[in-house]
């Protein structure tokens, strides 16, 4: 076995076992890891290593090193999906088993951007609706919502009373919003939408960037949903 093999397997001897510790519940969510000088010590390992070790379980998202203040197990998610899947936000938060809401921030009338010309091409819209809202699952803040929609084809009095804008949509103009294409960005602190999710400083939101299409090919509904990273995963299901 070459050095950099056995190194390799060192840090993941130390992935594997700071995994199982969380398991266990020695270390809890949320809880502060010991010092890098204790840690290494109890897993009997060189601090390198077990630094390579936090490194990976940062990317798994597993735990958050916080610069000059320590490292924190997160919060497991609580929904975990296939991106793969396309379904409403409402319909998520029911197959978790959780009471979906929503908390309605407005709805404007705007002028179109650039951009969102682009994205309703080749429909030629001057006039969309953009609805803001928090969804919530059992009460708790999860996804920050911004939708964009042609005001024509939606009932805007009755945004604010239902949480499925798909339902609206199906119910209302009698499209059925078929397939989407999906753009997924990790970012930082938000600076307004971060505390209306109650999300500390060093948590991560992840941005989902939609526009939604009938099986006709029509685009129907920009989205950009602002999850919650310790309530949400999304994984992809890849195959040969």
């Known amino acids: 076995m070459s050095m950099g093999s056995e190194k390799r397997d060192g840090y993941l001897q130390v992935v594997k076992q700071i995994k199982l510790d969380i398991d266990k519940g020695l270390f809890k969510e949320k809880q502060k890891l010991p010092s890098e000088f204790e840690l290494s010590k109890r897993l009997n390992v060189s601090r390198p290593i077990l630094r390579e070790a936090l490194r990976l379980l940062e990317e798994e998202n597993i735990v958050t090193r916080r610069h000059g203040v320590g490292t924190f197990v997160n919060t497991k998610p609580i929904f975990s999906f296939g991106i793969e899947q396309l379904g409403s936000i409402t319909e998520m938060i029911k197959q978790s088993g959780k009471i979906p809401g929503s908390q309605y921030i407005s709805t404007e009338l705007i002028e179109p951007t650039d951009n969102d010309k682009k994205r309703f091409a080749p429909k030629d819209i001057h006039i969309i609706a953009q609805i803001e809202r928090v969804r919530t699952a059992d009460g708790e803040p999860v996804v920050y919502c911004i939708d964009k929609v042609d005001k024509n084809i939606i009932p805007l009095d009755q945004v604010h009373t239902e949480d499925s804008l798909f339902n609206l949509l199906e119910n209302y103009s009698n499209r059925h919003i078929s397939y ?30 939609q526009v939604h299409y009938t099986a006709n090919d029509e685009p129907v509904l920009y989205s950009a949903n602002y999850f919650r990273s310790d309530v949400f995963s999304f994984f992809v299901v890849r195959k040969r």
Not at 183 to 209: F, M, R, T, V, W
């Open 180 to 209: 989407a294409v999906t753009y997924i960005e990790p970012i930082g602190y938000h600076e307004q939408i971060s505390p209306i999710l109650n999300c500390h400083p060093d948590q991560a939101l992840l941005l989902l960037k």
